[in-house]
């Protein structure tokens, strides 16, 4: 049935009075079919600039080499992977939201998951442009597939980790596109339908013919829940080879078997915080609170704070295995890390990994909007320094200590990392204004059975016992969409 | 006789529309198809709509990328150019793991989608055949072939007393050529 009757403990994922199909459909597309508003402008044109930043480092740094970075005899890797692996980290969260809770029929995903998406898209796209960049010389950047070639025969080491990387990343961004695509054409076809002119002929390109029919639905179903299927392991070996990249080097400090669960929770970790970082101000600028509501933002804060915790116990795991190991460059790269010339970076990644995500214990913190936000800035700071760590302070202590040295950014490194957030946004920002930010479709499968007003009638009703629908009126008290009148509209039979 | 080719039943609430499937089908009215802006559970067995076989197809691609990523490794790693990397074997299988994997999954994700794609007829630029444009807004669509079922008013009357908010009768399969 399209509608069941659940639960009334469960808090509701959609509030607002008087909702039908016909009003999720002109919420969602107000900002898809009218110009942009101011907010949007001001955001687009600052993203733009970032973005022309970014074109500028990274064509300084295709023009001159790489030595446009700070990079050294000692310190080969620094910014370039740094920002790679928090790109992709980031990227996490919308395969995530998209498939794990997909499998885990967790409906809230309805929601966020098609914005997530995006994202992960966007992330990947920043992350990608720094494999390419670092390569040094871009236009050859297609020898790490195995092309037949003129060299020989000679092919690809498939020893390497950093080929499987090629492998992973191009598969993961393929597959992810795959699925934001296939969702959204429901929803294309929902702007075509409504659209005239030009508009409609291009969303109807867009919206490859698809008509809605019984049969049509029954295969997007079973194609949603495969593809997530494949996606789940396919999201874990994507960190898990990231990680491997270090993993599978002797440098003291990346030679350690934890890394592959440590990355996948350290990216589940930081890119729930951008999605939180995006959402909260998503919400707002185009009035999606009711689709969006506390439930999602609290959801959101408990995984930040479970991969936090997790990622907490392995900083202190590998601290300990330093110690265990009795192998001296393992534990000096550990103690370089707390009390070294970097040690400053260290105690930024531990406070703002460790200790921030620990303060959602509070309800009062895990359902405030401005604190969650602030906090899900500091997630990210922290989760860029735990790379920046990671990857800096275990090269600039070489084995020879005639070799040691310092990483100093130049002005291309930094622009390039700003540039690269600009790009995000840019993406991003087109993406709100030309496609639904939330996937109608399934948001309407909410309106019988999750939403507020289902449950409140249910009760009037008398669906429910007395002491059930008291659990349910104190839980809608965190709602910041929820008015007094429609909790005392409970009361009424 | 009239000129109707379709017999369009249009519900604003989808349990209706099951309530108006369940009314025709007692009444010996075949069903042409469902129009509908979300998934309806349970409208496929109601329908006698056959489970889909694109499972099988996305194993079938997932074993055709689990043959191809081994073959490509062994191929390069073994058997072309066997390289000599630190004396380790020149077929090192726990190496060939993370590609061949990512080549499955490659493989199994585009072979489905292109698979569903190829069997709905989805592709760019394909003109949507709409019967009514609110399908994909607010409106469950049932629709009925008018030419095999020939009594109109009984198709009417039971689709409103399901609780069809309009009931169309168009002359046009698709409305939205225009």
Redesign the interface.
């Known amino acids: 049935?399209?509608?069941h009757n659940e639960s009334i403990l469960r808090e509701p994922l959609m509030t607002g009075k008087g909702i039908?199909?016909?009003q999720?459909?002109d919420d969602i597309l107000l900002p898809v079919e009218n110009k942009p508003n101011k907010a949007w402008w001001i955001g687009f044109i600052v993203a733009v600039c970032g973005a022309m930043l970014w074109v500028i480092s990274v064509g300084y740094t295709f023009w001159t080499g790489i030595g446009a970075w700070g990079l050294n005899k000692t310190v080969g890797w620094a910014w370039d992977i740094t920002d790679f692996v928090w790109w992709v980290g980031i990227g996490h969260a919308g395969t995530l939201i998209s498939a794990v809770l997909l499998i885990f029929r967790q409906n809230w995903r309805n929601s966020i998951n098609r914005s997530a998406e995006a994202m992960t898209i966007f992330a990947v796209i920043c992350a990608a442009t720094y494999v390419v960049a670092h390569m040094g010389r871009p236009w050859l950047a297609y020898w790490i597939f195995?092309l037949p070639n003129q060299f020989g025969?000679?092919?690809?080491?498939?020893?390497s980790?950093l080929?499987?990387d090629a492998?992973?990343i191009s598969?993961y961004f393929?597959?992810s596109l795959?699925?934001w695509y296939?969702g959204l054409?429901?929803d294309i076809?929902?702007v075509?339908?409504?659209a005239h002119g030009l508009r409609k002929k291009i969303y109807?390109?867009?919206?490859?013919?698809?008509?809605?029919?019984?049969?049509?639905?029954?295969?997007?179903?079973?194609?949603s829940l495969?593809?997530a299927g494949?996606s789940t392991?396919?999201v874990l070996?994507v960190h898990t080879?990231v990680s491997?990249d270090f993993a599978t080097s002797v440098i003291p400090g990346w030679h350690t078997t934890i890394f592959p669960p440590y990355f996948v929770a350290g990216a589940i970790f930081s890119g729930f915080a951008m999605v939180q970082t995006l959402l909260l101000i998503l919400r707002k600028v185009m009035n999606f609170e009711h689709y969006i509501t506390m439930f999602h933002i609290e959801a959101m804060n408990k995984i930040i704070m479970v991969t936090g915790s997790i990622v907490g116990v392995a900083y202190l795991t590998e601290l300990f295995i330093a110690w265990y190991s009795g192998s001296e460059y393992e534990m000096y790269a550990f103690a370089n890390r707390i009390a070294g010339p970097y040690a400053w970076a260290y105690w930024a990644m531990m406070t703002c990994n460790v200790i921030s995500p620990q303060l959602f214990w509070f309800k009062k913190i895990r359902t405030s909007i401005p604190i969650s936000w602030i906090l899900s800035i500091i997630v990210n700071i922290g989760m860029w320094f735990e790379r920046f760590v990671i990857i800096v302070t275990s090269l600039h202590r070489d084995y020879l200590p005639s070799s040691w040295a310092m990483f100093y950014p130049t002005w291309v490194d930094v622009g390039i990392f700003v540039g690269s957030i600009g790009l995000f946004f840019t993406l991003f920002l087109l993406f709100l204004r030309f496609l639904p930010g939330i996937a109608?479709?399934?948001v309407?499968?909410l309106l019988?059975s999750s939403s507020l007003q289902h449950k409140t009638k249910l009760v009037q009703e008398g669906a429910f016992p007395e002491d059930q629908v008291e659990f349910f009126r104190n839980s809608l008290e965190k709602y910041d969409s929820v008015t007094e009148e429609e909790i005392n509209a409970l009361r009424k039979k | 006789m009239s000129n109707t080719k379709y017999i369009l039943g249009s519900f604003?609430?989808?349990?209706e529309m099951?309530d108006g499937i369940d009314r025709l089908q007692a009444n010996n009215i075949s069903i042409y198809?469902?129009?509908?802006?979300?998934?309806?559970?349970?409208?496929?067995a109601k329908?006698g709509?056959k489970?889909?076989r694109?499972?099988i197809a996305?194993f079938c691609f997932?074993g055709l990328g689990l043959m191809l990523g081994f073959s490509?490794?062994y191929f390069?790693?073994s058997y072309?150019?066997p390289?000599n990397?630190g004396g380790?074997p020149s077929m090192?299988l726990p190496?060939?793991v993370?590609?061949t994997?990512?080549?499955t999954?490659?493989l199994?994700?585009?072979g489905?989608?292109a698979t569903?794609?190829f069997?709905?007829?989805?592709?760019?630029?394909?003109?949507?055949?709409?019967?009514d444009?609110?399908?994909?807004?607010?409106r469950f669509i049932i629709a009925i072939d008018a030419r095999d079922n020939a009594n109109h008013e009984l198709i009417d009357n039971l689709l409103k007393e399901a609780g069809a908010v309009e009931v169309k009768y168009n002359e046009r399969k698709y409305v939205?050529y225009e």
């Not at chain 1, 025969?153 to 020893?159: K, Y």
């Open positions: 049935m399209s509608s039908t199909y016909a999720v459909t195995p025969s000679l092919w690809v080491n498939f020893n980790p080929v499987w492998f992973a598969t393929t597959v795959v699925f296939c054409l429901p076809a929902s075509r339908d409504r109807s390109v867009l919206s490859f013919g698809w008509n809605g029919s019984v049969k049509s639905w029954q295969r997007f179903e079973i194609v495969i593809l494949i392991p396919l070996s080879i491997m109608i479709a399934e309407k499968l019988k | 604003a609430d989808p349990d099951m198809d469902c129009f509908t802006p979300m998934p309806i559970h349970g409208i496929e329908l709509v489970p889909s694109l499972p996305a997932g490509l490794l390069t790693m072309d150019w390289m990397i380790k090192p190496n060939f993370p590609v994997f990512e080549v999954i490659l199994c994700a585009l489905m989608v569903f794609f069997r709905n007829h989805l592709f760019p630029g394909r003109a949507p055949r709409v019967m444009l609110r399908a994909t807004d607010d939205s």
